[in-house]
Nanobody, 122 residues
Framework: QVQLVESGGGSVQAGGSLKLSCLVS????????TGWYRQRPGEERELVSSLASDGTPKYGDSVKGRFTISRDNAKNTLYLQMNSLKTEDTAVYYC????????????????WGQGTQVTVSS
């Protein structure tokens, strides 16, 4: 059973930094994409950053140059380093992993963590 547990959220002033962690159990990194999403009140969930199966990172336009995604395979943990935070970064942040299907031999479906709140004040 794949489980994702995020941590590291909190409150910070604009310009500050936070590092989110996502411990993923029952999962093997490197077969499918993993990533971080966020959802602001009243808005749809959006991609913040993702790592392709080969480790290639991708970033949303609003976070490029400020956020860095990484993973530690030995610790089964996905990270999101967030620097130069802005008030508009305030949201609930979710980690997600795409699931490998042994039947179809490709990535299908997605599992989500419970989310962690990030609040950036001016």
């Amino acid at each position: 059973q794949v489980q994702l547990v995020e941590s590291g959220g909190g409150s910070v002033q604009a310009g500050g930094s936070l590092k989110l962690s996502c411990l993923v159990s029952g999962y093997i990194f490197g077969r499918c994409a993993t990533g971080w999403y966020r959802q602001r009140p009243g808005e749809e969930r959006e991609l913040v950053s993702s790592l392709a199966s080969d480790g290639t990172p991708k970033y949303g336009d609003s976070v490029k140059g400020r956020f860095t995604i990484s993973r530690d395979n030995a610790k089964n943990t996905l990270y999101l380093q967030m620097n130069s935070l802005k008030t508009e970064d305030t949201a609930v942040y979710y980690c997600a992993v795409d699931m490998w299907s042994r039947l179809t031999k490709n990535c299908v479906g997605r599992r989500w963590g419970q989310g962690t709140q990030v609040t950036v004040s001016s």
